[in-house]
């Protein structure tokens, strides 16, 4: 715990600073959400297929990043509020500017509490 997936288009590969951006965003889930630091995982998913509105299903010059952090429930609204607009700038400050439009966004969610895990 905290479990975070960060699924986003393959065009951002060489403009997303990830490495910069998971530390960043761990720092900030262990002092926002009192998360303990050698627990946060980040798992990166890019997307060779990114389909954004109607007219356009080749998503051509757009790009979409979707973070999701799953934390062990107890965290209040405006602790996860918080988090989810920390980790929004976050992705400002580590995607360079490119040829596309980005649209980010970002979610919380309780594990539910039949979540377990083992380290090897």
Do not use: N, W
């Not at 979409?64 to 062990?72: E, S, Y």
Request: with cysteine.
């Amino acid at each position: 715990m905290p479990q975070i997936t960060i699924d986003y288009s393959d065009v951002l590969e060489s403009a997303f600073d990830r490495e910069g951006f998971a530390r960043a965003l761990h720092e900030a889930t262990v002092e926002i959400a009192a998360a303990k630091p050698e627990a946060c995982k980040t798992q990166f998913r890019p997307s060779a297929h990114t389909v954004f509105g109607y007219e356009d299903p080749g998503a051509r010059g757009h790009a979409i990043v979707h973070v999701t952090i799953g934390l062990l429930a107890g965290r209040g609204d405006e602790t996860k509020a918080k988090l989810t607009e920390t980790a929004l700038e976050l992705l400002r400050e580590h995607v360079a500017d490119a040829a596309f439009t980005l649209h980010a966004s970002t979610e919380i969610r309780d594990l539910d509490p039949s979540y377990r895990k083992f380290d090897r």
